[in-house]
């Protein structure tokens, strides 16, 4: 069965601290990868996704991420984050193989950000 | 266009008590999810339906029951709430690669 892993469950940083979550899934096969954002008290967001293509990946407020086939990974990064980016952040895996469109969510990473 | 609409946002429940959850989408999607999410196990997926009238069991289904009688309703069941399903629900749609997620239903059930 598909399982995905994020490696870190809380992190913390300062405000301006470069950011690396980690998440590992096990599928052989073509795979979609996501990642979610939600912020207190929110739902789930979109911050970027990957189909196919140059791995990768940018997304919205700055985030992005790179595809690892060889790896199986899917980290996100980004440079530089901001008291904003408090928030809990979940990587997420579609089989690209059949058409049910089930996400196969990791365990998620708090992140807080300190200002 | 409202998107993906569950209510209610917040119920307690007592132990033994049914209640539905409701979901509703207005942008014509096809596929349905629920999910539910527990502090450090991420979501995990209840039940889907990929069209009307077509339901399908995800990967922690015991306890509910889903319908889907029509496009845009995929109401959630709960027959006899126990504690463990004290969680927060999320109703998903999806189209084509892009998927639209509710504000959720925060159920406690005592």
């Known amino acids: 069965a598909q399982s995905v892993s994020q490696h870190n469950h809380h992190v913390i940083l300062s405000e301006a601290a470069s950011l690396e979550l980690g998440c590992n899934y096990s599928y052989g096969g073509t795979v979609n990868l996501f990642w979610y954002v939600q912020y207190p008290g929110q739902h789930l967001q979109l911050l970027l996704k990957y189909f196919s293509g140059d791995p990768l990946v940018k997304g919205i407020k700055g985030f992005e991420a790179e595809f690892i086939k060889s790896k199986f990974s899917f980290n996100l990064r980004k440079p530089s984050v901001q008291w904003s980016d408090t928030a809990e952040y979940f990587c997420a895996v579609r089989s690209g193989s059949g058409n049910t469109g089930k996400l196969i969510f990791g365990q998620g990473t708090t992140l807080q950000v300190k200002p | 266009n409202a998107g993906v609409t569950q209510t209610p946002k917040f119920r307690i429940l007592k132990i033994g008590q049914s209640m539905t959850l409701q979901c509703t989408q207005d942008?014509?999607?096809?596929?349905m999810y629920w999910y539910r999410q527990d502090p450090g196990m991420g979501l995990k997926l209840i039940y889907y339906?990929?069209?009307?009238?077509?339901?399908d069991k995800g990967e922690v289904p015991n306890g509910y029951n889903v319908s889907r009688s029509t496009t845009e309703d995929f109401p959630l069941r709960l027959e006899l709430a126990a504690p463990s399903q004290t969680s927060v629900y999320f109703c998903?749609?999806?189209?084509?690669?892009?998927?639209?997620f509710g504000s959720g239903t925060r159920l406690t059930v005592v």
């Open positions: 942008m014509n999607h096809n596929y």
């Open positions: 339906s990929v069209g009307a009238g077509i339901t």
């Open positions: 998903a749609s999806r189209r084509e690669s892009g998927y639209t």
